[in-house]
C-alpha cells in the first residue's frame, strides 16, 4: 500500500508515487481498456496522485482519465494533475502560457476530464514570450473561480520558480506549490538548484522520468539497436529526442554499472533506480508510466520493498560520481511555441 506525504506546504496529502499517463491512447502505449485496468489497479493499491496533461495524446490521455474516474465514481479518491502550455492546435494561441490560452486551456481540460475542478495545474514549461506576471495572475484567476486548486510549474530553472513565487508573494496571488521536472540517475541536474529552493520554499518535487523512460531498466542494451524496440520507434517518430538524451557512453556505463549491482545483489535494476530517487532531498512523489498491468506490477514491487543497503550505497556511489562530472543540462529545452 501507498505512503501518503503532504503536497509542499499545502494541507492536502498524496501518495509519494504518482501515476503517470503520457502513454495513454497513442498507438506504442494502453489503449483505453488497458489504461482503465491500470488506472483501477493503481488505485486499489491505494495510490491518490494522477498526473497527465493537455498535449498527452493530443488530448486522448484526459478523456481517458476523465471517462474512467466518471465511470468508477473515483473522482474524489484522487488529487488530479494536469498540464498546459504545449502546442494543442495549429493556431496562433494554441500555446504558451498567456492568460488568453491558460484560461481556454483549463476549460478545455476541465470538460476532457469531466469535472468541476483540477486539484493541481501545472505550466508545462516556461513560456520567454509571456510576461510571468501574466501567467501567475492567470493562475490566481482559476484558483478564486474554484477551477483549480492549486497551482504549479514544470521544467523551470530555479530562477524562473523563485520569480514566480515573489510575484504571488507580492502581488498575494497563488503560488506554486509544486514542480515537477525531469529527474533521474543520468539526469540529476533537478538536484543542484530546483530542489535546494524547493525545500526552502515548502514547494513539492514531483520528479517524471525516474527510470529514464526505461533506460534504467537495463531493457535497453548497448548491443541491441534502439530502433528495433517499441520505444525506439515511437521514438524515431518524435525525432530521435530519447535516443539522443539517453544512448550516450557515459550514461550506458552507468547501466552496465547499475547491471552489475543488480546481478551481484540479486535486486531488480527498477528497484535500484526506483529507491535512488526515492531517497533524494525533498523529492515528494516520482512519476511512473506503465502501459500494462504487468508493468505496473513491477514498478509496485520495486518501489514497495527497498533494497539491501549495501546495494543501495553502491547505486548511490555510482550516482554521485556521474553527477559530480555530468554536464548541467536542466532544466530540459522547452517545446515550441
Not at 62 to 87: F, H, N, P, W
Not at 94 to 120: F, K, V
Not at 141 to 152: A, D, I
Request: a neutral charge.
Amino acid at each position: 500500500m501507498a505512503n501518503y506525504v503532504k503536497l509542499g506546504r499545502t494541507g492536502v496529502k498524496v501518495s509519494n508515487l504518482c501515476i503517470g499517463t503520457d502513454n495513454y491512447g497513442n498507438k506504442y502505449g494502453a489503449d483505453v481498456a488497458t489504461s482503465h485496468r491500470v488506472l483501477s489497479m493503481a488505485l486499489d493499491a491505494g495510490l491518490n496522485f494522477i498526473d497527465t496533461a493537455d498535449s498527452y495524446s493530443e488530448g486522448r490521455s484526459e478523456e481517458i482519465i476523465g471517462g474512467y474516474l466518471k465511470m468508477s465514481g473515483r473522482r474524489d479518491q484522487v488529487v488530479l494533475a494536469t498540464k498546459c502550455r504545449s502546442r494543442v492546435g495549429a493556431g496562433p494561441n494554441d500555446a504558451g502560457a498567456s492568460r488568453y490560452h491558460i484560461i481556454r486551456a483549463c476549460e478545455a481540460s476541465l470538460r476532457r476530464l469531466q469535472t468541476d475542478r483540477i486539484d493541481l495545474y501545472y505550466i508545462h514549461a516556461y513560456d520567454p514570450t509571456t510576461p510571468l506576471e501574466e501567467t501567475v495572475g492567470a493562475l490566481d484567476t482559476l484558483v478564486r473561480h474554484g477551477k483549480v486548486l492549486y497551482t504549479g510549474c514544470s521544467n523551470f530553472a530555479a530562477w524562473q520558480l523563485v520569480k514566480g513565487m515573489w510575484i504571488s508573494d507580492v502581488r498575494n496571488l497563488a503560488r506554486f506549490d509544486a514542480v515537477q521536472s525531469v529527474f533521474n540517475i543520468v539526469q540529476p541536474g533537478l538536484a543542484r538548484e530546483v530542489v535546494p529552493v524547493a525545500i526552502a520554499a515548502g514547494v513539492a518535487v514531483v520528479p517524471y522520468s525516474p527510470l529514464a523512460s526505461g533506460f534504467l531498466t537495463g531493457k535497453h542494451p548497448r548491443s541491441e539497436p534502439v530502433e528495433d524496440s517499441k520505444i525506439g520507434k515511437r521514438d524515431l517518430e518524435r525525432g530521435g529526442v530519447l535516443r539522443a538524451r539517453y544512448f550516450q557512453e557515459a550514461k550506458l556505463d552507468i547501466v552496465d554499472q547499475l547491471r552489475a549491482v543488480s546481478e551481484k545483489y540479486g535486486q531488480p535494476m527498477v528497484r535500484l533506480a526506483l529507491h535512488w530517487v526515492k531517497t533524494q532531498p525533498g523529492v515528494t512523489a516520482p512519476i511512473f508510466g506503465a502501459r500494462t498491468e504487468e508493468q505496473l506490477r513491477s514498478i509496485l514491487e520495486g518501489w514497495n520493498t527497498d533494497p539491501p543497503p549495501e546495494a543501495a550505497a553502491e547505486v548511490k556511489q555510482i550516482a554521485d560520481n556521474f553527477a559530480a562530472n555530468a554536464p548541467m543540462d536542466y532544466p530540459p529545452p522547452p517545446p515550441p511555441l
